[in-house]
DNA sequence: CGGAAGATCCACT
DNA sequence: GTGGATCTTCCGA
């Protein structure tokens, strides 16, 4: 991880301090709003890169249709997820693109939080450079996406499996989203899991610039239109 | 061993 | 709004 002396950032030494590890160790879709606000932090080469989650997505394991652990489903790629909550979970999407996953969770559960977007909060310039964008980027751009975040961070499957407790990338305290500004909804791109994907799992700071696609506001129950 | 589909993004119409 | 890129993974034969 690169040393402090950005002089320019405003980022406090609390806001990058790991979260615990006992924190990873309950079902998704409880860690999961509570991860909005949180500061993702990518150490690499001397350089750093930090990004502050926006909107989240959580997959429950061998109950969801929607989750690579359907039904039990125990492969090689999926074996990251049935670790003990608090390391990465890395896959490649469409022979082109990654996703970060924050596993969650004891041994064996397989539960996951899909992380869809981020606002940039340091480290700006490499982001842009990693993305391969211009340099006055509109909201949304450079962290507005699941693989749209892992580019921004130079995330990719060798990282799949490393411990979000220390080290290339880590999970810090950041600046909690307040749960009232939350809101809630159904999936992105699971129309092939049936009903679970109307199950109102995504998770996000409500109105904020930097998502993946909107969400309406509204009271936990109401979702947005869009198919 | 073959084929189909994918927790996406981008350019183009 | 639509379609193409691109390749790993997974399941069935």
């Not at 997959?59 to 039990?72: K, M, T």
């Amino acid at each position: 991880m690169a040393d402090e002396g950005a002089l320019t950032t405003g980022i406090t030494a609390s806001e990058l301090r790991p979260l615990a590890p006992e924190f990873y160790l309950r079902r998704a879709d409880e860690v999961a709003p509570e991860l909005l606000g949180r500061f993702l932090i990518r150490g690499a080469r001397g350089r750093r890169a930090v990004g502050r989650i926006v909107e989240v997505e959580a997959y429950l394991g061998a109950d969801d249709p929607a989750s690579h652990a359907a039904g039990g489903r125990r492969t090689a790629r999926t074996e990251t997820m049935y670790r003990r909550g608090g390391v990465a979970y890395v896959y490649l999407i469409y022979g082109l693109h990654h996703c970060l996953n924050v596993v969650c969770g004891p041994s064996d559960e397989a539960q996951a939080v899909l992380v869809r977007a981020i606002e940039p909060v340091d480290g700006l310039e490499w982001m842009i450079a990693n993305r391969g964008i211009g340099p006055e980027p509109r909201p949304g751009d450079v962290g507005g996406g699941p693989g749209k975040l892992c580019q921004a961070l130079a995330i990719d499957r060798s990282l799949d499996g490393v411990s979000l407790l220390d080290g290339e990338l880590v999970l810090g305290e950041g600046r909690p989203a307040p749960p009232e500004e939350l809101v809630r909804g159904p999936r992105i791109g699971v129309d092939y899991a049936g009903e679970a994907a109307a199950w109102p799992l995504r998770f996000a700071v409500a109105d904020h610039r930097h998502m993946s696609r909107p969400i309406m506001r509204g009271r936990p129950g109401r979702y947005n239109r869009r198919s």
